[in-house]
């Protein structure tokens, strides 16, 4: 459909990248596994690499390295918001966009935060009393860790839906390295790219709570979140 309405005119790419406990696990101690020495933050080291292909080889396929836009919504514009705060993005793309969500308080945590996740995971798959405990998550299979990652993480300490987008376990880590700090904290201070950037919201932004009584009580609707959250 983007294409239809272009006329044409532009090449669209899509890339896939890790995700929760594969993407975006964050800990002091998985700064040894990488040269850089950041916690990680695979799911953003993965969309980095996918740019530079774009700059290798969107020429074949009709594209201009030299025009590219990163666009990304929800998820994909806290995505977005990180590479437009991080120099070592910039080099791959000329424009940004994002929707629903670029720049807000759930685009990255702190690492003190990714590290009660880490702690928590390395205890319960039984690595917690290893003498290398990297090693032994990796020893673990992907059915444990994606069950780790789906177990009741995601329920907030107080009941109300906004706490639970202000408690999500997976985003960008601020490792100091990767991540250097919370794109709206860098935003403000001017550290951000400097092209073409352009913000905005989707069509039926809310449409998800239209199955909702209009006269519902907090309670209610605790309640139906903790069910459709």
């Known amino acids: 459909h983007h294409v239809e309405a272009s006329g044409g005119d532009f090449v669209w790419v899509t890339l896939d990248y890790r995700l929760n406990v594969f993407g975006f696990l964050g800990a002091e101690q998985l700064r040894s596994r990488d040269s850089l020495n950041s916690t990680g933050n695979y799911g953003l080291q993965d969309q980095r690499f996918a740019m530079e292909w774009v700059q290798r080889s969107i020429g074949a396929f009709g594209g201009d390295k030299h025009n590219v836009m990163i666009d990304g919504c929800s998820a994909g514009a806290g995505s977005t918001a990180n590479h437009a705060v991080n120099p070592s993005s910039w080099p791959f793309f000329q424009k940004v966009a994002g929707e629903s969500g670029m720049f807000a308080m759930w685009n990255s945590l702190p690492l003190t935060k990714a590290q009660q ?11 917690a009393d290893e003498v290398d405990p990297i ?17 009741g993480l995601f329920r907030p300490s107080t009941p109300d839906i906004m706490s639970k987008f202000s408690e999500l376990q997976w985003a960008p880590v601020i490792d100091g390295v990767d991540v250097l700090g919370h794109p709206w904290a860098l935003a403000r201070a001017g550290r951000h790219f400097q092209g073409p950037m352009m913000l905005g919201t989707s069509r039926d932004e809310g449409a998800t709570f239209c199955g909702t009584a209009a006269n519902m009580t907090k309670a209610e609707f605790t309640r139906w979140s903790e069910v459709n959250y």
Not at 117 to 123: G, M, Q
Not at 135 to 151: I, R, W
């Open 117 to 127: 996740t880490f702690d928590l995971l390395v205890k319960t798959l039984g690595c």
């Open 135 to 151: 090693k032994c998550l990796e020893g673990k299979s992907p059915y444990e860790l994606t069950k780790f990652a789906n177990d």
